[in-house]
């Protein structure tokens, strides 16, 4: 079962995001979907889900995923992941750099009877900030 919890984390991310194909998400995505990395803990379901993606793509448009890596347990599938994409539209209060990002993230998806239910994820979004010129790093005099 684990294997085939992977496998749908897996084709949600290449079939919905990366191949654009919204229409299916119901094949991936519970009704009740919860995104606890939005500022509610109550589901959201499908339609919450494709606002976010539109959100993201309308500062990112190449917004593309690679999984590198995962692990399943139960009904837990842990993901390690690269989100790259151009920065085309407001992030952050930051205008379009035109500059490409790359963010290591890592996903959590729980899986109910083969869809996805709940997600949790932590992205390093440092990279990012530091990619579009949005935080500077100060040299250390000293490494000078």
Known sequence: MTEKNKEIVRQFIETVINNREESQADQFIS?????????????????????????????????KIIVHDQVAEDDMVVSRISITGTHEGNWLRMKPTHKQVAIDAVNINRIKNGLIVEHWGVANTLEALLDIGAIKLEENEQNT
């Not at 009740?32 to 793509?57: C, F, M, T, W």
């Open 31 to 63: 009704p009740d979907y919860i995104d606890h990395n939005s500022k509610s803990e109550k589901p959201i379901g499908i339609d919450g889900l494709i606002q976010h993606i539109h959100a993201v793509r309308s500062t990112y448009p190449d917004l």
